[in-house]
């Protein structure tokens, strides 16, 4: 049942994506859920209009959630995204103190769909390296429907 619950998720993270290019921004969405499923937030990128480079989805909801929820209650959440988070993004979920992260491109695959773009110079660094070298557990679900995700890019990086 969980699994389900996680691509159901997941599969919104999609829908937020694809609204994220809708409105001329990078194809990139992710949500925060409680430990009940119930999604407290969701972010599109944040690229657009600054040409933020940090404006990535999970950046900006890492910062919203430690913001408005104690590490304590972010324990037992969890962030759901459309592509795994990179290094900086899996930094501040990590410092946000998100217990889980459930993604569905992969980051070596979404480096063979971006190739060196500019506005996406993707990390080849697995977001597990990331949390594996910090003090507290973040358990992570991913990839997951992997190809789904990768479709969010079609001709977006051309």
Request: hydrophobic fraction near 40%; charge should be negative.
């Amino acid at each position: 049942m969980a699994e389900k619950n996680d691509e159901d998720l997941l599969r919104q993270t999609f829908a937020v994506a694809r609204r994220a290019r809708a409105h001329g921004m990078h194809p990139f969405g992710a949500l925060l859920a409680g430990p009940d499923g119930a999604v407290l937030a969701e972010q599109e990128n944040g690229f657009m209009p600054d040409h933020d480079m940090t404006g990535h989805a999970e950046r900006l909801l890492a910062t919203w959630a430690s913001k408005n929820y104690r590490p304590a209650q972010l324990a037992a959440c969890t962030m759901y995204m459309s592509a795994e988070p990179c290094a900086m993004c899996a930094g501040a979920i990590y410092w946000a103190g998100i217990g889980r992260v459930v993604y569905g491109l992969s980051e070596k695959r979404m480096k063979t769909i971006t190739g060196n773009h500019p506005e996406n110079p993707t990390l080849d660094l697995p977001c597990r390296t990331v949390f594996a070298a910090g003090q507290r557990a973040t358990e992570v679900i991913g990839p997951l429907l992997e190809d789904e995700a990768a479709a969010l890019h079609d001709g977006a990086w051309d």
